[in-house]
Nanobody, 119 residues
């Protein structure tokens, strides 16, 4: 059974930094694109950043150079380094991965980790 487990959320002051990580476990053949999404209260879930197996990254416009997504293919992990955080970055952050298993190619989500930006 495939599992994605996030870690690293918490409370940070405006202008601060935080790093969230996600580890994939289970019997898998390969991991394709990995991404981070977020959902603030009362809002729809939105894409923050994605990264391909080869390391090509894309970011939402609101990131504006503040976040960096990275992955370690050998360890099946993806991370999001967030700098210059703003109160509007407050949300539950979810990782997602497109994973090939014996059952085919499917998208899997983590359970989410809360990031709160507040003074």
């Amino acid at each position: 059974q495939v599992q994605l487990v996030e870690s690293g959320g918490g409370l940070v002051q405006p202008g601060g930094s935080l790093r969230v990580s996600c580890t994939v476990s289970g019997i898998i053949f390969s991991i394709n694109t990995m991404s981070w999404h977020r959902q603030a209260p009362g809002k729809e879930r939105e894409l923050v950043a994605s990264i391909t197996t080869g390391g090509s990254a894309e970011y939402a416009d609101f990131v504006n150079g503040r976040f960096t997504i990275s992955r370690n293919n050998a360890k099946s992990t993806v991370a999001l380094q967030m700098n210059s955080l703003k109160p509007e970055d407050t949300a539950v952050y979810y990782c997602k991965a497109r994973i090939a298993t014996r059952g085919g190619l499917n998208d899997y989500w983590g359970q989410g980790t809360q990031v709160t930006v507040s003074s």
